[in-house]
């Protein structure tokens, strides 16, 4: 099985950046991935890691440490619209497309 | 446009009862999910299916049963067995191969018993 750590919630300022940590314990890693989820809503896909090092798509980022069992979420240039519940979530070998989610991390941002 | 729908989007049960929460896709994906999301806890997995006719127990499967029957398919039914099934339920749908196989989420059935 997995643990899976996250903050449970962030505060920023509108136009600054924000790092969302997340650990994991698991007995056979096969990929992290970020999702963005406003309140009521669906999950939304943000990122997928399955090597180390940084993935960037615009103005997220995601940085995954296989050894350390660690990743990170990037958020710069917040807008309010950012304000939501960011899901870190880890795939085992041979799980396919079954994940074990952290139980999110609530980024609220401020004008 | 392709995607999931998921009905009905809110729905009230009586305890005792037993209610089924569709989810439709159009994405021709192989692999059908359901997940149960409660305030302060990650998703949890329900059942999961990988093809057509056939299931498995995710971690939480005790109370609930579903059915494949056509690969577009996959209904929850939420049993009188279920303790404590208020909760907000997703399903998901994805492709399954070497790479991401990243899940698409329908908009959540949120379910309150009374």
């Known amino acids: 099985g997995q643990n899976i750590d996250q903050p449970t919630e962030m505060t920023a300022t509108e136009g600054a950046i924000v790092q969302i940590n997340c650990t994991y314990q698991t007995s056979g890693f096969n990929g992290l991935f970020w999702y963005q989820q406003h309140a009521g809503e669906a999950p939304t896909f943000l990122s997928y890691n399955v090597l180390d090092g940084l993935e960037e798509k615009g103005r997220f980022s995601s940085f995954l440490s296989r050894s350390k069992g660690y990743s990170y979420l990037l958020l710069k240039e917040l807008q309010m619209k950012d304000s939501a519940s960011y899901l870190c979530?880890?795939?085992?070998?041979?799980?396919?497309?079954?994940?074990?989610f952290g139980a999110g991390t609530q980024v609220v941002v401020t004008p | 446009d392709g995607g999931i729908t998921q009905s009905p989007k809110y729905l009230f049960r009586k305890e005792g009862q037993n209610v089924t929460l569709s989810c439709e896709q159009n994405?021709?994906?192989?692999?059908m999910y359901w997940y149960r999301q409660d305030p302060g806890q990650g998703l949890r997995l329900i059942y999961y299916s990988q093809i057509v006719n056939d299931f498995q127990k995710g971690d939480i499967a005790e109370g609930y049963s579903v059915s494949r029957e056509k690969k577009e398919s996959f209904p929850l039914t939420v049993t009188s067995a279920q303790k404590n099934p208020t909760a907000f339920y997703l399903c998901a749908s994805s492709t399954q191969s070497s790479g991401a196989n990243v899940l698409t989420f329908g908009a959540g059935s949120r379910l309150t018993v009374l």
């Open positions: 979530a880890v795939r085992e070998k041979d799980s396919w497309g079954k994940l074990q």
């Open positions: 994405l021709n994906h192989d692999a």
